[in-house]
């Protein structure tokens, strides 16, 4: 089995801009193309998990979507960077869409997302991390066994300024780059 780094998307990997509709308002963070080589030659899949209710809302297309990831995938692989995996929950609650109107597994703090990965390119959670701005993400880590990182990019000095006591990250760190350093210093 293999070990994970799952990184969410918006804050993260690319800018936070809201419910991400156009490929011109997407903006990688520089150090993510670095970020992601290094892990993935320590042997580590490094896989995107994101919350996309922009979908059920009708504010987002779910082929936009896939446009995006497949743009963020170029800029990656422009630099040597590869990403094993993108996953999404188009779902919620309080969506317009009828057929994405529901409360799901999948949606972070859910683990669904990192269970149905870790199905498909046999992971080991227990030895695997989550990387995100929010603390539903940090949730998602503990839902599933994984260690999680809070990142101080997009929403995250927001979060880290309202702790949740019943959430707690094993990191708390300015970015990516800094949450995959800590990784790969871990035993
Ligand atoms: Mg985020
Ligand atoms: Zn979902």
């Known amino acids: 089995m293999t ?3 799952f ?3 918006d804050g993260t990997v690319i800018e936070e ?9 997407l903006a990688i963070y520089p ?18 998990i994101s919350n996309q209710s922009g979908i059920a809302r009708g504010l987002v297309r779910e082929s936009f979507v896939a446009e995006a990831h497949a743009h963020i995938s170029a800029y990656l692989n422009a630099g040597g960077a590869s ?23 999948c949606r972070k703090p859910g ?3 990192l269970i149905t990965a870790a199905a498909e390119h046999d992971l080991d959670l227990g030895r695997s991390f989550v990387v995100g701005d929010r603390w539903d993400d940090v949730g998602a880590a503990r839902a599933a066994g994984a260690k999680g990182v809070l990142v ?6 927001e979060a880290e300024a309202s702790p949740r006591p019943q959430v707690s990250a094993d990191l708390i760190v300015d970015d990516l780059a800094g ?8 035993p």
């Open 152 to 157: 101080r990019s997009g929403y995250g000095r």
């Open 83 to 105: 990403l094993d995996g993108f996953y999404y929950c188009p779902h919620h609650p309080d969506g317009t869409i009828a057929a994405l109107r529901h409360r799901c597994e």
């Open 17 to 25: 801009s809201g419910y991400l509709d156009r490929l011109d308002r």
């Open 31 to 48: 150090y993510a193309v670095d970020a992601v080589r290094l892990l993935n030659r320590a042997g580590f899949k490094v896989i995107v």
């Open 179 to 186: 949450a995959a350093a800590w990784i790969l210093a871990q």
């Open 3 to 5: 070990r994970a780094v």
């Open 111 to 113: 683990a669904g997302m």
């Open 7 to 9: 990184l969410d998307r």
